[in-house]
């Protein structure tokens, strides 16, 4: 039998689901959450030379179990199926909003441009007084050949008071040959309108990064942050004819509205 991604990733969801009512606490349903937004400064595509500035939302709405905010690279709704007092596991489904454009960099002159497609999530968080890390799995389920990822990080985070906290630590995201090639990859046809040599991405360790950062209570309604991310493209991400500097930086100063 052949073993894909896709088992585990179908596997996780089931185990999830047949565990949250032993593991979920019990919660009122009352609305809460933040939003905002600010300002960002990232590279023109994942793995461009040239960045861009462009605005960076901040959201968050949570109802009970259920919340719609940023999960990974996705804007999306979800359910906390399961929580105690250190894990909170998640399902759900979003969207990236911005995928890469042909307009976005000149470089990409002749590839077209990457579809919007709806991905299913589901996700694994710990947390205590001093760290921070999870675990998101995303599968494509619109039929737009965008795959299968693994996104993962770990964060050390300080609270020199209540209003005030800290975090820092590295990230690392794999992904399959479908993702791959549809962000990496340089078909036959793309390659005669590009100029671009063809070329075949394969799954593998997409990136590996660090981030630091900060978040801080203006008020009880008002909250600030910044962060600065640090990236390097790997393996068959690096070695594609689209990357033109392996190296990545992005940072985004941020205000939100806290109810």
């Given at each position: 039998?052949?073993?894909?991604l896709?088992?585990p ?7 999830t689901?047949?565990?949250?009512a032993?593991c979920?606490e ?8 933040f ?5 960002g ?8 030379k040239?960045h861009?500035?462009?605005f960076?939302?901040a959201?968050k709405l949570k109802?009970g ?7 990974d690279?996705l ?8 929580n ?5 596991f ?15 960099d ?5 590839l ?5 497609t ?11 007084e ?7 799995l995303?599968?494509d389920?619109g039929g737009?050949q965008?795959g299968?990822?693994?996104?993962s990080?770990?964060?050390?985070q ?5 209003s005030?906290r ?5 990230s ?5 040959s ?7 990859g340089?078909t ?8 671009l040599?063809?070329y075949?991405a394969?799954s ?8 630091m950062?900060?978040?801080?209570a203006?008020?009880p309604?008002w909250?600030i942050g ?13 070695d594609?004819?689209?990357?033109e ?8 100063l ?6």
């Open positions: 039998m052949r073993f894909t896709a088992q990733f179908t596997l996780f969801c089931l185990l689901v047949a565990t949250s032993a979920a019990s919660s009122q349903n009352e609305f809460s959450g939003i905002g937004g600010g300002v400064v990232k590279p023109n595509y994942s793995g461009a040239e861009k500035i462009d960076v939302p959201l109802y179990p259920f919340f719609v905010g940023g999960v690279d804007i999306a709704l979800g359910w906390n199926v399961a105690t007092d250190r894990w909170t998640s399902l759900g489904v979003g969207t990236n909003i911005s995928p890469r454009q042909e307009s976005d000149a470089h990409l002159k002749g077209g441009d990457i579809d919007i709806p991905r299913a999530f589901t996700s694994a968080v710990y947390e205590n001093y760290f921070k890390g999870g675990v998101i995303t599968q389920v737009n965008q299968f990822k693994l996104a990080y770990a964060h050390l300080w609270r020199p008071t209540a005030l800290f975090y820092t630590g590295p690392l995201s794999w992904a399959d479908d993702y791959m090639q549809t962000q990496y340089v036959a046809v793309q390659a005669a309108r590009s100029g040599n063809r075949h394969g593998g360790l997409e990136k590996v990064g660090w981030e950062g900060m978040e801080y203006l008020t309604a909250l910044a962060r600065v991310t640090a990236q390097h493209l790997e393996s068959q991400a690096a594609s004819p689209i990357v500097k392996s190296g990545q930086v992005s940072g985004a941020f205000a939100a509205w806290r109810f």
